[in-house]
């Protein structure tokens, strides 16, 4: 046997494994050439090439059968797309983490001293935060080692940032959880909604009042939205388990299965 033909066994190999794999394979090779331009990704890819035996040639020939399985089966794009996504999610994370997972002191549901932690991004005024009211009590239900430090983002309505801060005047009495059950339980923010909302929760409602007007409680909304920016949020509710970050009222299921991920590592 030549040195040529072990190393076309190598590819014709990486090829079979490429399809045998499906779309998670072909989503990876796609992400890799994807992000090709950005010099250190690139490197790793030549280098994992090199060390396979596959020379400029055979990688043509690998290329050219993937773009024409792409073309053939256009669905597995979304799938190398979600998977670039997440990777870029990350990475932006990564640096942010002690941030985004700091609340707002009091600003916490669950386990405050939970060592599995979920930040949601919310709105009072967001029906789909609303509607994922439910799904996050199953869930810290069902993982008594689970902390949410949720993170005001009042981008959806005028009358958002005043039931925002009073709900920050809410963790400073330690009756968040009662202030956001009962705004969620209401009707949408308004001046009388946030007033009775404030009273179900047993709020001294002028301090409350005068705190949520204090300097410090408005940096930490414009925080918040900093926060939402960089990640690359723009709507409520939004989620940041782990290295994972999820848009919208997603199923309860979901969100579990970040938490199971985020616990193991």
Avoid at 187 to 196: G, H, K, L
Wanted: charged residues 25%.
């Amino acid at each position: 046997m030549t040195d040529k033909q072990p190393r076309r066994l190598g590819a014709f190999a990486a090829v079979a494994l490429l399809f045998a794999a499906g779309g998670a394979a072909l989503g990876w090779w796609y992400e890799h050439r994807s992000i090709a331009a950005t010099g250190s990704e690139d490197a790793e890819l030549e280098a994992s090439l090199a060390s396979a035996g596959i020379d400029g040639k055979e990688r043509a020939a690998i290329e050219g059968l993937v773009r024409s399985y792409i073309l053939e089966h256009p669905e597995v794009l979304p799938e190398a797309m979600e998977r670039l996504q997440q990777r870029e999610a990350a990475a932006q994370i990564g640096p942010m983490r002690g941030a985004i997972e700091t609340p707002f002191p009091g600003a916490v549901l669950g386990n405050p001293n939970g060592k599995v932690t979920l930040v949601e991004f919310t709105d009072f005024a967001c029906t789909y935060c609303r509607q994922s009211v439910k799904a996050l009590d199953d869930l810290i239900a069902k993982n008594p080692d689970l902390r949410v430090v949720v993170r005001e983002l009042p981008i959806i309505a005028p009358e958002s940032a005043p039931a925002a801060r009073m709900a920050l005047a809410a963790a400073a009495q330690g009756r968040y959880p009662a202030y956001h059950k009962a705004m969620f339980e209401g009707a949408r923010p308004s001046e009388e909604s946030i007033a009775a909302a404030a009273g179900v929760a047993g709020l001294d409602l002028a301090a409350a009042r005068s705190f949520a007007a204090r300097p410090d409680v408005e940096e930490e909304l414009k925080r918040n939205l900093q926060m939402a920016r960089q990640l690359g949020i723009n709507g409520t509710p939004a989620w940041v388990i782990g290295d994972q970050l999820v848009h919208g009222a997603v199923p309860a299921a979901d969100l579990q299965a970040a938490i199971d991920a985020a616990r193991k590592s």
